[in-house]
Antibody
Framework: EVQMLASGGGLVQPGGSLRLSCAASGFTFSSYAMTWVRQAPGKGLEWVAS????????SYADSLKGRLTISRDNSKSTLYLQVSSLRVEDTALYYC?????????????WGQGTLVTVSS | DIQMTQSPSSLSASVGDRVTITCRASQGINNYLAWYQQKSGKVPKLLIYAASTLQSGVPSRFSGSGSGADFTLTISSLQPEDVATYYCQTYSSALGTFGGGTKVEIK
């Protein structure tokens, strides 16, 4: 069974940084791209970033570029998202999602998400 | 960047009704389009990819069509368990833009 467990969320002050993790199981992690998607409270889905199977190719939402780093450790089947210079508007549930192929932003299975709250 | 526009933003229909949701891309995206269903408080679930391919396990009352820039998601006979918000997403480029969502309710 495909499972993804996101963690690392919490309450952080504006201007702070956070590193989110997503531990994956139930599939060959190193063979698939991975993606982060976020959802602000009561709002729609927003694609954040994607990374290819090897980590050699990354892409970021223009609105967030420069403040994000997506990475992965295939030996640990874990995906990461480093977010810096956090703003109140970054408050959201951050989902990690398994890609449908080796690269690109198409996804098929999503984890439960981790909540990031940016507030002073 | 590609923009995805869904319509309507919400709809109310009776059980058994045929429901259609539209998604329009700001430029041609071939058939690189997916549809997701998100029930209240739940994780989004993939329904359709490549514009018209049903994900395994998804009921056949769901169907997708379209190509180029205009796409539709159709529920042939609305069921109470279909109450949810539906999102389209393009994956035609490295960026994976979502539409704004369509909330479907039972009348």
């Amino acid at each position: 069974e495909v499972q993804m467990l996101a963690s690392g969320g919490g309450l952080v002050q504006p201007g702070g940084s956070l590193r989110l993790s997503c531990a994956a199981s139930g599939f060959t992690f190193s063979s698939y791209a991975m993606t982060w998607v976020r959802q602000a409270p009561g709002k729609g889905l927003e694609w954040v970033a994607s990374i290819s199977d090897t980590g050699g190719s990354t892409s970021y939402a223009d609105s967030l570029k420069g403040r994000l780093t997506i990475s992965r450790d295939n030996s640990k089947s874990t995906l990461y998202l480093q977010v810096s210079s956090l703003r109140v508007e970054d408050t959201a549930l951050y989902y990690c999602a398994k890609g449908s192929g080796a690269a690109g932003s198409r996804t098929d299975y999503w984890g439960q998400g981790t909540l990031v709250t940016v507030s002073s | 960047d590609i923009q995805m526009t869904q319509s309507p933003s919400s709809l109310s229909a009776s059980v058994g009704d045929r429901v259609t949701i539209t998604c329009r891309a700001s430029q041609g995206i071939n058939n690189y389009l997916a549809w997701y269903q998100q029930k209240s408080g739940k994780v989004p679930k993939l329904l359709i990819y490549a514009a018209s391919t049903l994900q395994s396990g998804v009921p056949s009352r769901f169907s997708g069509s379209g190509s180029g820039a205009d796409f539709t998601l159709t529920i042939s006979s609305l069921q109470p368990e279909d109450v949810a918000t539906y999102y389209c997403q393009t994956y035609s480029s490295a960026l994976g833009t979502f539409g704004g969502g369509t909330k479907v309710e039972i009348k």
